[in-house]
């Protein structure tokens, strides 16, 4: 791919914010906002105003979509955290802040290898996670679909989630230097109580300690809220109070360095759609790569080709549409990912991808930025673990948007156990 830029660990995408689509679309044009599902009335506060279609096909992507309005859901802010201790702390309210802050992909524990019910300790994806404020030291894993759509909308991982009661701690198999993760109360104070944190080391000495009251838009029904620290000093464990209602998180997250923001040379197995009929839904197969899920083919979004949408990057005519989610495979191991993205978010957003192990099975769940301007971006992450397939849903940013992929590719830089280079002999090596 020409064209595409990569600016550190956020890479750039221009485009209008759109959430919600006109009900009155041509037939057969793809919605940004497909199988969205419904929103709880306690998760936004208002609906959108009525939405009207371009009259006439626009010449930029931009221009498409700066007809319509939207209602933005948005993660609240939070005020100056407090804290003591040797370490300097930095609190964020917003996970694309918080991503920007770290300066690295993150890696994300969603629980769904938990089984339910109510644990002193427990363990997920190699964390360590547990209640201790006595008498009842104790956390509860929740999995309903329903429950986990009232309390989080589409934001975190469905259907688990941790109902932590008054606390949690977390202890990690090695130091770190941030957290971050969704959080919902099950009711207001007012005046509101501070959400406590301390971190600690692997002795148990403290590092840093402090309270920061969050902006969960009350009084009222309480919002969703993403609350993220980044520490100068290294941690182990980190616990997190907070007296008054019951509280729930999701998606734990921490820096992942040994995650790079590019690609390096390889063999490369490449989905370029354009061997399909625009509109596709899946199963289909592009490049050897096979695809499940929502995602569809199209060769336009708005009347746009892909040229305009694409702004000249990728290969014509095709692309994909995530749907929100989407599952590639290509049936060898793999360590690296590239694609080019359009985000219907019109701002900095993560995106979180899925890494397959060869039954299916998530093996990593990584996050990573792109920024809110700059066209179309090439979005990269290489030395991972290896990997069979990856899966996706859409940018994350307040709400879920959906996203536009072109030139997919399922990246290794070095030799397997497989019979990889029999099946694909003629793999462009970058």
Known sequence: MVGARA?????????????????????????????????????????PSSISSPRTAPQRLSDALATNTHERCGLAGASLAEHSGSAGVSVYADKTEFLQGVDSALRQVDLEDLQPGAYAQTTSRGVEIYGFIQPFAAVTVESDAQAHLENFGVRGSSPTALNAGLDFGIRLPRPVSAVGFFLRSEGCLDPPAPFNWRLLDAAGNEVAEGSVVLD???????????????????????????????????????????????????????????GLVAPSATPFESGGLSFLGNAQVWDQLFGLNHAQAFQGMGTEPNFLLTNLDVTATGGFQADGIEMLLLSACGEAAAVNVETLDDQGKQQDYISAGLDGGGGPALFQLSRLRPFYGIRMRGAESGALCNLAIDDLALIRTRLYADDFEDRWPHSPNH
């Open 216 to 274: 969960e838009g009350c009084p009222g029904t309480p919002q969703v809220v993403y609350f993220g620290l980044r520490s100068s000093a290294a941690f182990s464990s980190a616990e997190f109070h907070r007296f008054g209602f019951v509280f729930r998180v999701d998606d734990l997250a921490f820096p992942a360095p040994d995650i790079d923001f590019g690609t390096v040379p390889g063999e490369r197995v490449v989905a370029d759609f354009d």
């Open 7 to 47: 600016i550190g660990f956020m890479v750039g995408v221009t485009l209008a914010p759109i959430f919600h689509e006109s009900s009155t679309a041509a037939a057969g044009e793809p919605l940004w906002r497909d199988l969205l599902p419904p929103i709880d009335s306690t998760y936004c506060s208002s609906t």
